[in-house]
């Protein structure tokens, strides 16, 4: 079976790293992945998918209606390589993706990162548009499934396949943490809380800082990392700056690979406003690092508040602050939810466990392709 991940850029996000993860930890039923994706400057993570065996493909486009216009080289691609299943991810390259499978007589799954509530309306519009001309959707969250039964319906089968994590090349690693906090200044008795995001609106990064200042209150040595970037980044180093946080703020940049910088930390702390199920939560679990984090989206699939870690309402500076400065105020606590969270995604949240049950599923769309 060939199947072609078609996704708009291989930057890297969570999306893009999920490719990545299945293309290193595919199950043994003989699937075939190749890649595909639209913007030529997003390519981080295109050598190392290559690595991993699997082909990439770029079909250059520079607007979101350029994707959209590059369905009929998606579909040519298709029928040269002879692919049997095309599986999107986010919405332009979905809508490029179902045009693509239409023209080459290919079926389409497409899986759902997001609440569909906070995409641009356009770029709902045109999701929900070509919505029929795909034959599966794969929600990465039970909050996300009944986001596209609100907008989308139930005309196509929607089932939730949570994202999952290499959890064994995923382990606590006190040397590698002790290198970044050298690198980086930091004390090494110094707590530190950090968060890898890309810096934009959905991730409330002058949240986080607000309650980092709160939490230096309470606790006056801790250190903060915010690894990453984005189009926040000016606005985040301006807070950062602020004389509550001066020099407490670490901000690395883009990091390929994220593991050692989770290993620094003490807490991760999220404060988004939406998510669908973010991975950098399930890697620092993994990691034995606790989460202090917003109960948005599915988070609470992945954290059970007092079990492993805590959670708190969406905007809420104060009890995010408070929620990290108890877990710093206690490394007991910390090393048992550290320890029930990797439990956790070992058990709910894998690689390989995700990838079995996609290929199960492409199984699943190809026989009632056949049968139709």
């Known amino acids: 079976m060939r199947v072609l991940h078609l996704i708009k850029g291989l930057g890297l996000g969570g999306a893009e790293n999920l490719l990545l993860a299945a293309a290193r930890h595919r199950g043994d039923g003989g699937v075939l992945y190749e890649v595909g994706y639209f913007l030529p400057w997003k390519n981080a993570l295109v050598e190392p998918i290559r690595s991993a065996g699997a082909p990439v493909t770029c079909f250059p486009a520079r607007t979101g209606a350029g994707v959209v216009l590059r369905a009929p080289a998606v579909a040519s691609h298709l029928r040269s390589r002879e692919i049997d299943l095309v599986h999107c991810h986010l919405p332009l390259a979905g809508v490029a993706g179902r045009l693509a499978g239409r023209l080459a007589h290919v079926p389409v799954v497409y899986t759902e990162h997001n609440v569909m509530e906070r995409y641009h309306p356009l770029t709902r519009l045109a999701n929900l548009w ?131 910088y989770l290993a620094a930390m003490d807490v991760l702390m999220v404060s988004s406003e939406f998510e669908g199920l973010p991975l950098v939560v399930l ?57 029930a969270a990797r439990r956790r995604v070992a058990e709910r949240f894998s690689t390989e466990r995700m990838v079995v049950e996609l290929e199960t599923l492409y199984r699943e769309v190809l026989d009632r392709a056949r049968r139709a």
């Open 130 to 260: 070509t919505w029929r001309l795909q034959e599966q959707v794969v929600a990465v969250s039970a909050e996300v499934a009944g986001s596209i039964a609100r907008h989308a319906g139930s005309a196509v089968p929607v089932r939730v396949v949570t994202n999952g994590v290499p959890v064994d090349r995923l382990r606590p690693d006190p040397e590698a943490g002790a290198a970044v906090r050298g690198r980086l200044g930091i004390p090494a008795g110094a707590p530190v809380v950090g968060q890898v995001a890309v810096f934009r609106r959905q991730k409330r990064l002058d949240l986080w800082l607000r309650a980092a200042e709160a939490v230096r209150r309470r606790h006056p040595d801790a250190r903060f990392l915010l690894v990453g970037d984005g189009p926040l980044r000016s606005e985040v180093e301006t807070l950062a700056r602020g004389p509550a946080l001066e020099g407490a703020v670490h901000l690395p940049g883009l990091q390929e690979e994220v593991g050692p």
């Open 283 to 339: 890697e620092a679990m993994a990691m034995e690092v606790p989460v202090a984090a917003t109960a948005v989206g599915g988070i609470p699939e992945a954290v059970a508040d007092g079990e492993t870690g805590r959670l708190v309402p969406a905007g809420d500076a104060g009890a995010l602050a408070a929620a990290v400065a108890g877990l710093l105020a206690d490394a007991e606590l910390r090393r048992a939810l550290g320890r």
